[in-house]
Each structure stands twice: as structure tokens, then as C-alpha cells.
């Protein structure tokens, strides 16, 4: 176990080689740590909804000439990693950052899980945490424990209520019937929606005509959909993952499920499924949702100029309003003090893509959790704490 | 005698070595170290099976995932060291009923039964969560540091290297390489086979469960897809394979330069990780096939030869 020492102190010596520790002069460029699943099977949603995001922010920021410092102004420079969708890859990768990279500042990884095996590090290390990609109904009690962890998306409760309140609506205002077919994948984020579901539909009035669960990676979607079919509902909620969100809709059209109202969950929101779906995707429920402004179409352009990605109608602008935030604490404070920087962050309120945005209890007070494709555009209709969304329209036909 | 002895020393003063780990670096260093903390203990278990009988399990991570749930599961209810009590018993057992019930096939048949395995447990536990009402994933938040659970994995480590060194001297591993050269002769000289199969096969599985079981806390959040990710057991084969499955410490020469390898390799080509790993494989399947350990004893042998010569 000698060797075990040797080959570590070997390969200490070679990684500090190999970065240059100890040369960092301060016309140098700030050192921001991107980590996230490149490989695994995480890859596919961060290649569209993480990864991009940081590309088209440095690219803004260094293209007017870096952040504005105490010092004068300093440019981007991004450290990658991929944590090919393992936990303890991610730990690694934002130890390396923390540690050897010496990162000015590393920003959340991609999935709730990986969020919370790193959290420890970015607290042990004082790095303020915004974490775009982790959905837990644990907030009170993580915000407590990491003081710099901050969370920016919704409750795994908030997003199937806020759906079932759009239901309700419309059944109340005698627009749709009390029957509903509800169908999930079996895996993570399904499970929850559906478990937070079953209650929040009863207490709502509605009868659950049909419930049932389909293994991840389904790919003949008939069955389940006859079957929802068959029960004759008024209303069909999926609590569904990327590639069966597209295939249900698609099977919809094929057997012509006739409901009035129509959700799926994760990926509705994602031009890929406007493209597989096509006019069929007309009034179409899902999670997630944006308030459509010419700052949002602007973004939308410059992220597909820049970085080739057409972006999602959920989780690009939230990301891309973090980033925002974090630009415009590190500017406030003028240098990369991480802890005067969380403290800002705390402390003010920001204007965003989005719209304003405050984080002193460490969580986003306001979010478009359902959306719904109208004319071409997933516009958000219902959310938390907000008042403004688009009027909900019925599906009339596919 | 003499010579075991200071085989003994040695393998002690590193140890102790190794333990200063976490004295002379609490950050990335260590996370290196764990990682390969990790591996010896699940390569070297692995190997204690697989090395004399020649059985390919793909089985490891879904013990590693039994040991990681059992923690996650309980550790709202029960302190942490019973826990794991508790998890090396639920992986005894049920590697001694799949063990049982599997042992009997061998060849190809054995390898895609034992990856079947941890798929099949993964979706048993997804169907468990959705059908009994929790999230889909477990917190385990605890205030366990990374020193610590490097301790710990290093005192198993040493753990698997006592049983490893007992069975190789022991009836039981002697049946065991015979069993691995010929089953036919093994049965023919009246060795029990199947018992002697069943009995490795439940150490180096709740082995598995333990490493599982004392890594939880430091994920944080477990879920079904990370417990249960095939791609762990793949990484087990293959660095022990690299280093070498006839000695005892050969999965030790796999796991180290493997880990350094692929740190270097991300953290210098983060986006072709696995392009790079792709060719490192074909070139070490292709300049050492009988892994490092073979490379090393071929090489005192070529040694010995020009001496004599």
C-alpha cells in the first residue's frame, strides 16, 4: 500500500504540473467551474438545458469585455467537466475545481441527487450554490443546513398541484367533466408527480378513472393509451419523462384520444417535442412554461447563434436568469469574495430575463410550473405565486 | 515463516501509510483516495470469487446498491454502524439465495444472469417507491466527513485482504482452484462444489453491500439509477482485470493506475473522456493481456533468467 502513496504523490505532482498551480497574475481570467453529465444518462437533457447556457453567458460576458471588478475587468474562462452521471464523479470533479483548478467560482451541477452529494464541498468551501436542476420537497430543511445552497426550481408538490388546479379550473367553470386518466413513468420525477398526485386530485373532486405506471424506456406507448381511452376520461395527465412524453402524444393523435384537457410533464416543454408532435402539440399541458417577452425571443436566438441548441421553454431562461444574478453580485461586490458574493445574493433583489427575482430565503419565490403550447409558443398559464399567465384553452381535437 | 512475516510488516506499514491520507490532504487528493478505496475493496472482493473460479459476476453493483439502500433506508431510525450491520446481512443472504439458485450455470450464461441481477433489483426498488408512496430518491444527511469514510473503507480493505490471505491458504481455497482449472476433476475428487461456490460467492458479495453501505452518507441522496448503476460493476471487472486476478493484491495494481488514468484523462479531455478510455483499453488488452501483475512477473522471471544466464 507504499505504492497506493507513491502513485498519489505521483499523480499530485503530475495534475499540479499540468494545471500550473501558483501562476495566477491578475489580469488572469476568473476561473468558473462548469460540472455536468456529458456521458451517462443525464447527458441528453443537459446537453440541452445546462451546458449551453454557460457557453452563451461567457460568450456575452467576455464579448463586452469581462466582469466589471474593483481591479478592472476580467474575462470568462470556463473549466468543463463531465461527471458521466455518477455521484461520485461529480464529487470528484468539484473537489478538482475547488481544489487544484482553484476556481473563482463553480456553478451547480445537473440532477437533484448530484446537487446534494455535492453540497457539502461547495459548503465546506464557502462557494455560494444555485442549484437550476434539483427538485426536492426538502428545501426547508437543506436551505438550513448549507447556508449557501440556494434553490431555483420548484417542489416535486408545486408542479402537480399547479397542474391540478388548471384542471380544476376548468371543471369548475363547466368546462370539462370530473373524469381523469392520469398514467406515469416509473422512475424518479414520475413516481413523485404521481404519488404527489392521487391525493391533490381527490381533494380537488375529481375521479380517478384510470392510474397506472409504465417502466422507463417503454417504447410501445398503444397499450397505455388505449386503455386511458377506454375509461373514457374528460381529462389525460402523463407524469412522464422525455422520450415517452413524445411517444404518448404521438399514440394520442394516432387512436384520437378525445379529451378536452391534455398534460405531460417533463419535455413538453422542449421544441423537440413541437417538432415530433407537430400542430397536434396545439394546447398541449406541460411542465414548465415562460412569460413570452422580446427579451426571452432575443435569448432564444442568441443561444441558437451561439451555441447551436434551440432552447427549452423551463429550464433555459431560469438558468440563464441565475446567471444574471450571479454576474450582478459578482459586480456589486466587485471581487470574487464568494462569501460577500452569497451574502448579496441574499440580500437583494435582481432583475432578470425572467423577470425580478428575489433569493433571501434561499429559494425562488415565484416559477412557471405548467405551460401550454399556444400559436408555436409554450406560454406559462399557471405557477407559483404568479398571477399573470396566458387563459387556458381546451383541446379541441389532434 | 520468516518471509510471511515480513510480508505481514510490510502490508502493515502501508497501510499506515495509506492512512495519513486524509493528515496530508482534505480536498481533491482524498476524494482520489476514496475513489480508490472504493475499488480495492469491490475489485479485491470480486477477485477472491472470480479469481480462482473463473465465474465473470456483473452482480457487484446491485450488492453496492443493497448495501447503499439498506443505510438510506434507515437512517432516519437506526445509528449508522448497525445499519451497516444490518446491510452486510441483507447481502449475505441474498447472495447466498442467488448464489444457490445460480452457481449451478456457468459460462456466459452466469455473466448475463448476474447483470441481469442489479437491473432487475433497480427495477424492484423503482416499483417498491412507486407503489409504497415515497420520492423517488433517499436522503441520507449525516455528518459524516470524508476522512472518515476513508478510514473506514481502509480498515474493509484490510479486512478483505486478511480473508483473501486466509482463503488462499485454506482448504477451501485450494478446492476453489481446482474447481477454477476443471470442475469435472473438482466434482470427481469429492469437493463439495457447490457449497464451496455458494460460500465465496456470499463473502465477496457482502463485501459489496458494505462498501455500498459506507459510501451512502457521502452521496447525500440515493436514488434507484446511482445505487444500482451498471456501469460500477463493468469498472470493477475491468481494473481487476487490468491488474490481475491470481494474486491477492493484483486488483490493487488495476484500481490505482486506472483511477489516476481517468482523472487524468477528465481533467484534461473532459469531452472525450470516453473516447480516450476506449483506446487506453485496446492498447492495455493488446501490450498487457494478463495484466499488470503478469507484466511484472514475467519481468523478475525475465530478470531471474539473465542473472542465471
Given at each position: 500500500m507504499q505504492r497506493r502513496t507513491i502513485f498519489k504523490l505521483a499523480a499530485a505532482a503530475v495534475l499540479a504540473g499540468s494545471f500550473g498551480l501558483?501562476?495566477?497574475?491578475?489580469?488572469d481570467p476568473i476561473k468558473i467551474g462548469v460540472v455536468g453529465?456529458?456521458?451517462?444518462?443525464l447527458a441528453g437533457g443537459a446537453a440541452v438545458t445546462h451546458f449551453p447556457n454557460f457557453e452563451l453567458w461567457a460568450h456575452q460576458v467576455n464579448a463586452r469585455g469581462g466582469l466589471k471588478l474593483k481591479d478592472g475587468q476580467r474575462k470568462i474562462e470556463l473549466i468543463v467537466y463531465d461527471d458521466r452521471t455518477q455521484p461520485g464523479e461529480t464529487i470528484k470533479a468539484v473537489q478538482r475545481l475547488a481544489?487544484?483548478?482553484?476556481?473563482?467560482f463553480i456553478m451547480a451541477p445537473y440532477g437533484t441527487g448530484f446537487n446534494l452529494a455535492v453540497a457539502p464541498i461547495f459548503d465546506k468551501y464557502g462557494y455560494p450554490q444555485l442549484a437550476q436542476a434539483a427538485v426536492t420537497d426538502k428545501m426547508d430543511e437543506l436551505v438550513k443546513r448549507y447556508p449557501g445552497l440556494f434553490f431555483v426550481q420548484g417542489s416535486t408538490t408545486s408542479y402537480a398541484k399547479t397542474a391540478i388546479d388548471v384542471l380544476k379550473k376548468l371543471k369548475d367553470e363547466g368546462k370539462i367533466g370530473n373524469k381523469v386518466a392520469v398514467v406515469n413513468v416509473a422512475d424518479a420525477f414520475g413516481i413523485e408527480l404521481a404519488n404527489a398526485g392521487r391525493p391533490l386530485f381527490k381533494e380537488a373532486g375529481f375521479e380517478i378513472v384510470y392510474d397506472k405506471s409504465y417502466p422507463l424506456?417503454?417504447?410501445?406507448l398503444a397499450p397505455v393509451i388505449k386503455a386511458a381511452k377506454a375509461a373514457n376520461p374528460d381529462a389525460f395527465v402523463a407524469w412522464s419523462y422525455p422520450p415517452d412524453t413524445i411517444g404518448l402524444a404521438q399514440q394520442a393523435k394516432i387512436e384520437g384520444l378525445d379529451v378536452k384537457a391534455y398534460y405531460s410533464a417533463?419535455?413538453?416543454?422542449?421544441p423537440v417535442f413541437k417538432k415530433a408532435v407537430g400542430d397536434a402539440s396545439e394546447n398541449i399541458l406541460g411542465a414548465g412554461g415562460v412569460k413570452y417577452t422580446p427579451e426571452l425571443e432575443k435569448f432564444y436566438k442568441e443561444l441558437k447563434d451561439v451555441t447551436g441548441v434551440d432552447g427549452d421553454y423551463w429550464g433555459n431562461p431560469v438558468y440563464y436568469s441565475m446567471l444574471q444574478i450571479i454576474e450582478q453580485s459578482i459586480e456589486a461586490v466587485g471581487s470574487m469574495d464568494r462569501k460577500a458574493i452569497t451574502e448579496h445574493i441574499k440580500t437583494h433583489k435582481f432583475n432578470t430575463l425572467i423577470g425580478e427575482i428575489d433569493l433571501?430565503?434561499?429559494?425562488?419565490?415565484?416559477?412557471?410550473?405548467v405551460g401550454q403550447w399556444q400559436d408555436g409558443i409554450f406560454h406559462g398559464v399557471n405557477g407559483v405565486n404568479?398571477?399573470?399567465?396566458k387563459p387556458v384553452r381546451l383541446k379541441t381535437g389532434w | 515463516m520468516n518471509s510471511e512475516v515480513r510480508t505481514f510488516g510490510i502490508a502493515v506499514i502501508l497501510f499506515l501509510a495509506a492512512a495519513t491520507l486524509p493528515l496530508i490532504s482534505s480536498g481533491y487528493l482524498l476524494s482520489i483516495g476514496v475513489s480508490i478505496a472504493v475499488y480495492t475493496v469491490l475489485a479485491t472482493s470480486w477477485t477472491l470469487f472470480s479469481?480462482?473460479?473463473?465465474?465473470?459476476?456483473?452482480a457487484v453493483a446491485a450488492f453496492f446498491g443493497i448495501g447503499m439502500y439498506v443505510v438510506a433506508g434507515g437512517i432516519d431510525l437506526l445509528p449508522f454502524p448497525v445499519l451497516v450491520l444490518i446491510g452486510a446481512v441483507v447481502g449475505a443472504l441474498f447472495s447466498a439465495i442467488v448464489g444457490l439458485a445460480t452457481l449451478r450455470i456457468s459460462g456466459v450464461y452466469f455473466v448475463i444472469f448476474t447483470l441481469g441481477l442489479a437491473e432487475l433489483i433497480r427495477q424492484v426498488v423503482s416499483w417498491g417507491q412507486a407503489t409504497m408512496g415515497t420520492s423517488s430518491g433517499l436522503y441520507v444527511l449525516t455528518d459524516f466527513t470524508d476522512p472518515q469514510i476513508y478510514w473506514a473503507l481502509l480498515v474493509l480493505a484490510a479486512v478483505v485482504f486478511l480473508i483473501g490471505w486466509w482463503i488462499g491458504r485454506s482448504r477451501l481455497g485450494f478446492a476453489l482452484r481446482i474447481i477454477g482449472n476443471d470442475e469435472v476433476v473438482a466434482v470427481h475428487s469429492g469437493i463439495n462444489t457447490a457449497r464451496a461456490k455458494v460460500i465465496l460467492f456470499v463473502i465477496s458479495c457482502t463485501f459489496a453491500s458494505i462498501t455500498g453501505a459506507l459510501v451512502a452518507p457521502r452521496y447525500s441522496y440515493v436514488e434507484p439509477t446511482i445505487a444500482f448503476n451498471p456501469f460500477i460493476s463493468f469498472q470493477v471487472v475491468i481494473m481487476a482485470l487490468l491488474g490481475g486476478v491470481?494474486?491477492?493484491w493484483g486488483p490493487l495494481l488495476g484500481v490505482i493506475p486506472f483511477t489516476i488514468l481517468w482523472e487524468l484523462i477528465s481533467a484534461n479531455f473532459p469531452t472525450q473522456t470516453t473516447l480516450l478510455l476506449g483506446a487506453a483499453f485496446l492498447l492495455i488488452v493488446y501490450f498487457i493481456p494478463h495484466g499488470i501483475v503478469g507484466l511484472i512477473e514475467s519481468g523478475i522471471q525475465k530478470w531471474k533468467g539473465d542473472q542465471h544466464g
Amino acid at each position: 500500500m507504499q505504492r497506493r502513496t507513491i502513485f498519489k504523490l505521483a499523480a499530485a505532482a503530475v495534475l499540479a504540473g499540468s494545471f500550473g498551480l501558483g501562476s495566477a497574475q491578475a489580469a488572469d481570467p476568473i476561473k468558473i467551474g462548469v460540472v455536468g453529465p456529458k456521458t451517462g444518462p443525464l447527458a441528453g437533457g443537459a446537453a440541452v438545458t445546462h451546458f449551453p447556457n454557460f457557453e452563451l453567458w461567457a460568450h456575452q460576458v467576455n464579448a463586452r469585455g469581462g466582469l466589471k471588478l474593483k481591479d478592472g475587468q476580467r474575462k470568462i474562462e470556463l473549466i468543463v467537466y463531465d461527471d458521466r452521471t455518477q455521484p461520485g464523479e461529480t464529487i470528484k470533479a468539484v473537489q478538482r475545481l475547488a481544489t487544484v483548478d482553484k476556481a473563482d467560482f463553480i456553478m451547480a451541477p445537473y440532477g437533484t441527487g448530484f446537487n446534494l452529494a455535492v453540497a457539502p464541498i461547495f459548503d465546506k468551501y464557502g462557494y455560494p450554490q444555485l442549484a437550476q436542476a434539483a427538485v426536492t420537497d426538502k428545501m426547508d430543511e437543506l436551505v438550513k443546513r448549507y447556508p449557501g445552497l440556494f434553490f431555483v426550481q420548484g417542489s416535486t408538490t408545486s408542479y402537480a398541484k399547479t397542474a391540478i388546479d388548471v384542471l380544476k379550473k376548468l371543471k369548475d367553470e363547466g368546462k370539462i367533466g370530473n373524469k381523469v386518466a392520469v398514467v406515469n413513468v416509473a422512475d424518479a420525477f414520475g413516481i413523485e408527480l404521481a404519488n404527489a398526485g392521487r391525493p391533490l386530485f381527490k381533494e380537488a373532486g375529481f375521479e380517478i378513472v384510470y392510474d397506472k405506471s409504465y417502466p422507463l424506456g417503454t417504447q410501445d406507448l398503444a397499450p397505455v393509451i388505449k386503455a386511458a381511452k377506454a375509461a373514457n376520461p374528460d381529462a389525460f395527465v402523463a407524469w412522464s419523462y422525455p422520450p415517452d412524453t413524445i411517444g404518448l402524444a404521438q399514440q394520442a393523435k394516432i387512436e384520437g384520444l378525445d379529451v378536452k384537457a391534455y398534460y405531460s410533464a417533463v419535455a413538453t416543454a422542449f421544441p423537440v417535442f413541437k417538432k415530433a408532435v407537430g400542430d397536434a402539440s396545439e394546447n398541449i399541458l406541460g411542465a414548465g412554461g415562460v412569460k413570452y417577452t422580446p427579451e426571452l425571443e432575443k435569448f432564444y436566438k442568441e443561444l441558437k447563434d451561439v451555441t447551436g441548441v434551440d432552447g427549452d421553454y423551463w429550464g433555459n431562461p431560469v438558468y440563464y436568469s441565475m446567471l444574471q444574478i450571479i454576474e450582478q453580485s459578482i459586480e456589486a461586490v466587485g471581487s470574487m469574495d464568494r462569501k460577500a458574493i452569497t451574502e448579496h445574493i441574499k440580500t437583494h433583489k435582481f432583475n432578470t430575463l425572467i423577470g425580478e427575482i428575489d433569493l433571501s430565503s434561499q429559494r425562488l419565490q415565484w416559477l412557471w410550473t405548467v405551460g401550454q403550447w399556444q400559436d408555436g409558443i409554450f406560454h406559462g398559464v399557471n405557477g407559483v405565486n404568479v398571477s399573470d399567465g396566458k387563459p387556458v384553452r381546451l383541446k379541441t381535437g389532434w | 515463516m520468516n518471509s510471511e512475516v515480513r510480508t505481514f510488516g510490510i502490508a502493515v506499514i502501508l497501510f499506515l501509510a495509506a492512512a495519513t491520507l486524509p493528515l496530508i490532504s482534505s480536498g481533491y487528493l482524498l476524494s482520489i483516495g476514496v475513489s480508490i478505496a472504493v475499488y480495492t475493496v469491490l475489485a479485491t472482493s470480486w477477485t477472491l470469487f472470480s479469481g480462482p473460479t473463473n465465474y465473470i459476476s456483473l452482480a457487484v453493483a446491485a450488492f453496492f446498491g443493497i448495501g447503499m439502500y439498506v443505510v438510506a433506508g434507515g437512517i432516519d431510525l437506526l445509528p449508522f454502524p448497525v445499519l451497516v450491520l444490518i446491510g452486510a446481512v441483507v447481502g449475505a443472504l441474498f447472495s447466498a439465495i442467488v448464489g444457490l439458485a445460480t452457481l449451478r450455470i456457468s459460462g456466459v450464461y452466469f455473466v448475463i444472469f448476474t447483470l441481469g441481477l442489479a437491473e432487475l433489483i433497480r427495477q424492484v426498488v423503482s416499483w417498491g417507491q412507486a407503489t409504497m408512496g415515497t420520492s423517488s430518491g433517499l436522503y441520507v444527511l449525516t455528518d459524516f466527513t470524508d476522512p472518515q469514510i476513508y478510514w473506514a473503507l481502509l480498515v474493509l480493505a484490510a479486512v478483505v485482504f486478511l480473508i483473501g490471505w486466509w482463503i488462499g491458504r485454506s482448504r477451501l481455497g485450494f478446492a476453489l482452484r481446482i474447481i477454477g482449472n476443471d470442475e469435472v476433476v473438482a466434482v470427481h475428487s469429492g469437493i463439495n462444489t457447490a457449497r464451496a461456490k455458494v460460500i465465496l460467492f456470499v463473502i465477496s458479495c457482502t463485501f459489496a453491500s458494505i462498501t455500498g453501505a459506507l459510501v451512502a452518507p457521502r452521496y447525500s441522496y440515493v436514488e434507484p439509477t446511482i445505487a444500482f448503476n451498471p456501469f460500477i460493476s463493468f469498472q470493477v471487472v475491468i481494473m481487476a482485470l487490468l491488474g490481475g486476478v491470481h494474486r491477492l493484491w493484483g486488483p490493487l495494481l488495476g484500481v490505482i493506475p486506472f483511477t489516476i488514468l481517468w482523472e487524468l484523462i477528465s481533467a484534461n479531455f473532459p469531452t472525450q473522456t470516453t473516447l480516450l478510455l476506449g483506446a487506453a483499453f485496446l492498447l492495455i488488452v493488446y501490450f498487457i493481456p494478463h495484466g499488470i501483475v503478469g507484466l511484472i512477473e514475467s519481468g523478475i522471471q525475465k530478470w531471474k533468467g539473465d542473472q542465471h544466464g
